[in-house]
């Protein structure tokens, strides 16, 4: 594996089908099975790794933000990457841009209400790396479902020739989808964030008997955060998977995104309902075996 710090150096290392694993490092299993999904696909594998100071508010912990290129180094590298582009500030914004990237419209609910200006942030960086890379696909985790509805509406738009790859949640060994910041919460908090994925697997379930009206299956997703003392539910909205807009029914492909606090710490999930055979099959994706790598560095 290469490690370099420029576009032109990244570039020149790609060869044959390009694929791209967007990332602001600090990695766990759900960063290493987009770079294992890449490296079935692909020719070459190339990660970023670039915490992106666009998509952070003022109020958020961007200089807190956990790093450790040796350490991402070393699990990419055994993940199959030939080439990890990890820029300085100065490689990826010379000069205070002039110009960013706005989504409208599928950026407005659920997360672009509560966190505004979040996905412009998102938009321009991916967009540079599309730019500065020119990758055949990206991959992305189903996790951040709005992040993947934005990127994918963008790379519509702007005609980048790349193919976006959605790749399934990765869950710790109880469910909960597996987060960085899961390691902040306390045994309480654990406990009671546990009732999000239950959640989203009762959603999963009422599905696959038959329930198509988004205001049950949002009621379903809401019930178990609702009952549980010390969690506060931010939403839980049933979107269209293309349009991220509201959906009185399962009638296309759609999502149900939670977000939910418990203590300081804010967490997401969601499950993607897909049109499969002329069925709906509910993607809950994967879980871990064993405890995840950030536990055992804890």
């Known amino acids: 594996m290469r490690t370099v710090d420029t576009f032109v150096d990244a570039r020149a290392l790609g060869s044959g089908c390009v694929g791209l694993v967007p990332t602001m490092g600090y990695f766990h299993e759900g960063h290493i099975s987009l770079v294992e999904a890449a490296r079935r696909e692909c020719d070459t594998v190339t990660v970023s790794l670039f915490v992106n100071p666009l998509q952070f508010a003022p109020t958020e912990d961007l200089e807190s933000y956990p790093r450790d290129l040796d350490r991402d180094a070393e699990m990419v590298e055994v993940a199959g990457t030939d080439v990890l582009f990890a820029p300085q500030l100065s490689e990826m914004y010379p000069d205070e841009p002039l110009t960013t990237v706005s989504v409208a419209s599928v950026t407005e609910g659920m997360e672009g209400g509560m966190r505004p200006g979040h996905f412009d942030g998102v938009a321009t960086v991916v967009a540079k790396l599309f730019a500065g890379i020119t990758p055949d696909r990206a991959y992305?985790?189903?996790?951040?479902?709005?992040?993947?509805?934005?990127?994918?509406?963008?790379?519509?738009?702007?005609?980048?020739?790349?193919?976006?790859?959605?790749?399934?949640?990765?869950?710790?060994?109880?469910?909960?989808?597996?987060?960085?910041?899961?390691?902040?919460?306390?045994?309480?908090?654990?406990?009671?964030?546990?009732?999000?994925?239950?959640?989203?697997?009762?959603?999963?379930?009422?599905?696959?008997?038959?329930?198509?009206?988004?205001?049950?299956?949002?009621?379903?997703?809401?019930?178990?955060?609702?009952?549980?003392?010390?969690?506060?539910?931010?939403?839980?909205?049933?979107?269209?998977?293309?349009?991220?807009?509201?959906?009185?029914?399962?009638?296309?492909?759609?999502?149900?995104?939670?977000?939910?606090?418990?203590?300081?710490?804010?967490?997401?999930?969601?499950?993607?309902?897909?049109?499969?055979?002329?069925?709906?099959?509910?993607?809950?994706?994967?879980?871990?075996?064993?405890?995840?790598?950030?536990?055992?560095?804890?």
């Open 140 to 298: 992305f985790g189903r996790k951040d479902a709005q992040q993947l509805v934005t990127v994918r509406r963008m790379t519509t738009d702007l005609s980048f020739p790349t193919a976006i790859i959605g790749a399934p949640i990765v869950r710790e060994q109880d469910g909960l989808a597996l987060s960085s910041r899961n390691i902040y919460l306390d045994p309480a908090e654990r406990e009671a964030a546990r009732s999000i994925s239950r959640g989203i697997l009762a959603v999963a379930d009422a599905v696959l008997v038959g329930e198509r009206s988004g205001e049950e299956l949002e009621r379903i997703a809401a019930e178990p955060v609702n009952d549980e003392p010390g969690i506060n539910l931010d939403y839980a909205t049933f979107v269209d998977q293309d349009t991220a807009s509201p959906l009185a029914g399962l009638n296309r492909p759609a999502f149900l995104s939670v977000a939910a606090r418990v203590g300081r710490t804010r967490l997401l999930d969601n499950v993607h309902i897909d049109r499969v055979d002329g069925g709906w099959v509910p993607d809950v994706g994967i879980r871990l075996d064993e405890p995840s790598i950030l536990y055992r560095e804890a």
